[in-house]
């Protein structure tokens, strides 16, 4: 028994979805953007990014998903904002983010960051979803010219 995993990213209504091949963080709103055509000027936010992992296959139990960022530099002025925890769908912003506001973990959490059915200890025991992970990049003034370096996000789960 396998799960199979898969993202699956949230557009202009929470039943606009996409299957994204990155999780880039740009000035529109779409999945698998390229952020050389969509940059985030300096100063601003990116669009926000509404995505959840996606269970399918055959398993007994997904549950304890962990998810941080476990490459890529930031540079100077650049942040980038999360929750784990969102279970209700809002339109994502370009404004500062009401519900990813505090800054991606750089390790891995060791325990459960990511909810199931609004609570950090909830599992998957048939085809499903995560809660919402929303992410969104800060650029303030005090950042360069030119591309932000590329990160590496990872998504760890238990598998029964």
Known sequence: MVATFGWVEYLANATATATPTNLNL???????L???TYPITAGTYSYEKWVKSNFSGSFTR???IQ???SAGAY???ETIAWTGQQTAYAAPTESASGDATVAVPTADPGTANVSIGGNLSGSLTATGSSDFII???SITTAASAGAVNQKTFTLQYDEV
């Open 75 to 77: 540079v100077t002025g």
């Open 34 to 36: 390229a952020p050389s």
């Open 26 to 32: 740009g000035s529109t709103l779409s999945a698998n």
């Open 62 to 64: 997904i549950d304890n």
């Open 135 to 137: 992410l969104q990049a």
């Open 67 to 69: 998810f941080w960022k």
